[in-house]
């Protein structure tokens, strides 16, 4: 990080100074963040300073504002081993700097192995029983209309060429009510955003990064939101950790194939290619799992 090149155009001054508000230092040198350990926009940086280093967020939209604001809203609610540091935060009111632990000498997935999905589990198990923060809400009907939405124009999910519209017309009566009785209701802190380019390894624990969206359901949420990303990374089928659940499997499947093949998200480019991998897998586990014909 120390002979990281300084981006072209150079961070402003006004920049500059909001980043030091946040960690109480100046950086020196800074670089986009690349690869899974800082997402795909400018806007998250990697900054070092002789003898300090950090990665930072900083909220140069409105939508991405606003999720630095949550964000940090909820690393001052939280505490756990599966957090990364939080190091720092200002807001002018226009551009609000999130500043956290430079996580890119971790291991970030994949390759998956036994020993690295039994991590997760156990993040999840310390997510889960974590004391709910009072500014969260519960899940009510989050996603469980996607299927009906695709049904009313499948054009966008088609285009992604999972399944025919034959194969469609069949199923999406099967697959809309199982994702309508999906039990994504609960008292457990969730995520809610967890897949595997949330998760890093260090020291023998998972880290989970993006904390913008927690909620308060079912924690089998979080695991059926993750296992298509585990799945098309390597790792087994998702009934293999979470086996007889097919509401659940049809709710999430319906949540990436009704998204997968929207507009791309200027600030989360990475997105929707990310939502047609799980596609690629939560379509044929809601299949398996209902009985349902293979996707084709």
Known sequence: MHNAPVITPPLSPVDLDRIERALGWRPTQWAPASGRAGGATAARLLVSAPG????????TTELTANWFRREHENYLALAGPFLPQLLGFSDDGTVPVLAIEDLSDATWPPPWDDEKIAQVLDAFALVHAHPIPSHLTAMKDEFRGD??????????????GLCSAAWLENAVPVLSAAAWAAPIQGSALLHFDIRSDNLCFRDGRAVIIDWNAPIVGNPDVDLAAWLPSLASEGGPHPEAILPAAPELAAWIAGYFCAHAGLEPIPEAPHVRPLQLAQGRTSLPWAARALGLPVPG
């Open 147 to 160: 299927w009906d939405s695709v049904a009313k124009a499948p054009e966008p999910f088609l285009a992604l």
């Open 52 to 59: 300090e280093r950090a990665f930072v967020k900083l909220g």
